[in-house]
């Protein structure tokens, strides 16, 4: 009976666990052909010869690809990234608790930044905003150093790279390909009104993104 009884409230705590932390594959390619992606101000397509890949473009201003059907509150964003190594025009992440096409938090990376020799760029490949009111103009100027940061074990500018990002209540963790310790570690800007989670690129910048994984609490 004692062995029936562990066995029992086992199962119920795996399934507590399973419905607490649910895990979700996102196939990118496949809901960009579902026409799945809300585009403000790019064009997003497969990219090249990367079947599970999405690309968006380079133009003037940010650029958001809203996944409509996909819901994300708090919890793990595990994402593959490739902006390239150029400088000023490569600034690629992951939007979050989008509600509207202007107001969002962001965690992106400045990849041509990754192989910087100067201080004052290598402090600068990670950012955290919140926009509108919370721009890394704004945060840099009257915040210097607590929303942006340097990345250790740089990845390869020109290269795939992971990052995971830790989202709760109150604050954002992000962790960069093998890295134990977080390389950025925010209190948060903004309350979480949306579920909305959608790609992220910067003025001028275009940006490829594959194998999202998200991890909902």
């Not at 990670?126 to 926009?131: A, R, T």
Request: a negative charge; aromatic letters at 12%.
């Amino acid at each position: 009976m004692k062995t029936y009884t562990t066995t029992f409230l086992s199962g119920i705590f795996c399934l507590i666990s399973i419905v607490s932390f649910g895990q979700q594959k996102v196939n990118l390619a496949g809901e960009l052909n579902e026409k799945q992606f809300k585009a403000v101000n790019r064009t997003i397509s497969l990219y090249e010869n990367h079947p599970d890949a999405v690309e968006m473009d380079a133009v003037e201003g940010d650029g958001l690809g809203i996944l409509e059907e996909i819901a994300f509150e708090k919890g793990t964003i595990e994402v593959e990234l490739l902006g390239e190594n150029a400088p000023g025009r490569s600034f690629i992440g992951i939007a979050f608790n989008i509600q509207d096409e202007e107001t969002y938090e962001v965690i992106y990376f400045r990849p041509f930044n990754f192989v910087a020799e100067e201080q004052s760029r290598k402090s600068h490949m990670v950012q955290y905003i919140s926009h509108p009111e919370y721009t890394w103009r704004k945060l840099r100027e009257e915040r210097t150093g607590e929303f942006e940061n340097e990345i250790s074990v740089s990845p390869d500018p020109d290269d795939w790279f992971k990052a995971t990002i830790k989202v709760s209540e109150k604050q954002v963790k992000v962790y960069v390909n093998k890295s134990s310790e977080p390389v950025l570690k925010i209190d948060r800007l903004s309350e979480t009104k949306s579920k909305k989670i959608g790609l992220w690129t910067g003025h001028n910048s275009s940006g490829r993104f594959r194998n999202l994984v998200l991890f909902t609490e």
